[in-house]
Nanobody, 136 residues
Framework: QVHLVESGGGSVQAGGSLRLSCAAS????????LAWFRQAPGKEREGIAI???????GYADSVKGRFTISRGDAKNSVYLDMNSLTPQDTAMYYC??????????????????????????????WGQGTLVTVSS
């Protein structure tokens, strides 16, 4: 059983930055792929970033170029660096884990295929969430 702990949420003004952290504790030898999802008030939860055990990453269009997911300092941990935040980024942010090896979901446009975050039902465990509020 994997347990996830998120930290780093808070309030920031538009244009600002925040860093979220997620640490997974579990005994799976192959490790875990870690992803960030978010749910804004009145909206469905969406996957925004994935970090695979092999180091590959994927992003949703809504955050590409502004958010960066990276390996954390501890094993089975990741950071989500969020820059150029807008009020539309206000949401509860959830870290989720998928037992490795992980499925790979891609989107192809104009002959170029890029990895995108997995669907919710691919994830095996969820954190409790951390709130991010961006004011205008």
């Amino acid at each position: 059983q994997v347990h996830l702990v998120e930290s780093g949420g808070g309030s920031v003004q538009a244009g600002g930055s925040l860093r979220l952290s997620c640490a997974a504790s579990g005994d799976r030898h192959a490790g875990y792929c870690l992803a960030w999802f978010r749910q804004a008030p009145g909206k469905e939860r969406e996957g925004i970033a994935i970090f695979d055990v092999n180091g590959s990453t994927g992003y949703a269009d809504s955050v590409k170029g502004r958010f960066t997911i990276s390996r954390g300092d501890a094993k089975n941990s990741v950071y989500l660096d969020m820059n150029s935040l807008t009020p539309q980024d206000t949401a509860m942010y959830y870290c989720a884990a998928e037992d490795a090896p992980c499925g790979v979901k891609t989107r192809c446009r104009g002959g170029v295929c890029q990895r995108i975050p997995p669907p919710e039902d691919a994830m095996d465990a969820w954190g409790q969430g951390t709130l991010v509020t961006v004011s205008s």
